[in-house]
Structures are given as C-alpha cells and as structure tokens.
C-alpha cells in the first residue's frame, strides 16, 4: 500500500528564504501526488498535484514541486517565504480514487 | 460551486449527548470522505461514500461513530454518546473520480465534548 513520509515536523525560515519541504513517498503503481495547505482552523486546501506528464509543478502562492520517480520524492519549495506562507503543509499520494494517504504534516513558521 | 459545506463550525456538548455533524459535497463528485484531525493522531480517514454507499468504514473508531448518505448531495456523522476524547476536528471531502482523485475539503467542524 502507498504511504507518505514527510521529513521534519517543524520548519522555520526567515522571510525572504528559501521554502524546501520534504516528502518521501512508496507506491508499488505511479501515483498522484498532492500538497495540501491548511491556515489556521480552516480545512486544507490544495496548493498543487502530480498526476502525469511534466515532473516540475507549479502551484498556488509561488510554490512548486518537483516529482522524482528514481528518488521516490516530491519535495515542495518556494523561493523566497512570505509571513503568509505560516501553515501546516501535507503531503499525500493517491493509487485509487478511494485511497489518498497523507503525511503527518509539516508545521511552517516563517521568521520576520 | 460554493464548495464543499460543513455544518456547524463549532459544536460543544457534554458527554453522554448525541452529537451529529452534516456535510454537502460538491455537486456532481462521486466520492465523499470523512476525517478526523487531532493533534496527536493527525488526519484519520473515518469512512468514505462513492456514489452514497459505504464502501470502506474500517477507520471508525467505535460502534458509537456512524455515517449515512441519503442522496448525492448529503452526509451525516453521528455520534452517540459522544465522550470527551472524540473532541477533534472532522473533516468532510469530496472527489471526482475523473479528476485524478483530487479531494476537495470542507472547513471542518470543531467538536468539543465536555
């Protein structure tokens, strides 16, 4: 069965920095990948997904993500963080329509 | 669409009270799922729907937790009697199968049971 690793419970960055967000990923078909947002007591919202073609995505609010099957990764970056970007980010993989697996979420603070 | 709708917001009630937490999906998707957040235990599927049958309830935690889907356009979670550990956050999502599975998330509901 898929599951999801996602390195790093808590992250800090300065703002202007560079956003880098680790997820591992296993799944014995390709999977759709996704990276979901949640803000403060409200439900999470999709920020990009992988599902064929292109390996680099881009998503909402300047990020992307890059799938790389040899590395079964999908780590999600930004460039330079804004103070909005302080969220809790979740990784998920998806086989079936039924069957999406997420990680355990990655808390982002961002630093003035 | 309005997106996926969640009622209410937040919900406190003391132990031993039937609680029940109602969603609409967005129209047209064939898939709806039910999550449970907590900080300890993270996000938890509790049951999913396609096409408003069960199909794979095996995340309810207890006899106490159940979910029914009477039409494409309503869910319902239900609790009785709640106890104070079911306190969390819980989710409702929905899904279109021709969608590459992307899952679309209600605000959440805030139980709090006394």
């Known amino acids: 069965a898929q599951s999801v690793t996602q390195l790093g419970s808590h992250v800090s960055v300065s703002e202007g920095a560079l956003v880098l967000l680790r997820c591992n990923y296993s799944s014995s078909v390709p999977p759709y990948l996704f990276w979901y947002v949640q803000y403060p007591n409200q439900g999470l919202q999709l920020l990009l997904k992988?599902?064929?073609?292109?390996?680099l995505v881009k998503g909402i609010n300047g990020f992307e993500a890059e799938f790389k099957k040899s590395e079964t990764s999908f780590h999600l970056t930004k460039p330079s963080a804004h103070m909005s970007d302080a969220a809790e980010y979740f990784c998920?993989?998806?086989?079936?329509?039924?069957?999406?697996?997420f990680g355990a979420g990655t808390r982002l603070t961002v630093k003035p | 669409d309005a997106g996926v709708i969640q009622s209410p917001r937040h919900e406190v009630t003391e132990m031993g009270q039937e609680v029940t937490l109602r969603c609409k999906p967005i129209s047209g998707h064939d898939y709806l799922f039910w999550y449970r957040q907590t900080m300890m235990r993270g996000l938890e599927l509790l049951i999913y729907f396609n096409n408003n049958v069960p199909i794979d309830d095996s995340g309810m935690p207890e006899d106490r937790f159940s979910a029914k889907m009477p039409n494409a356009s309503f869910s319902t979670l239900k609790i009785q009697p709640s106890e104070p550990r079911d306190s969390a956050v819980y989710f409702c999502?929905?899904?279109?199968?021709?969608?590459?599975?992307?899952?679309?998330f209600g605000p959440g509901t805030r139980l709090t049971v006394l």
């Open positions: 999502a929905s899904s279109l199968r021709a969608v590459y599975n992307e899952q679309f």
């Open positions: 998920a993989v998806s086989e079936l329509p039924s069957d999406m697996r």
């Open positions: 992988y599902t064929t073609g292109a390996t």
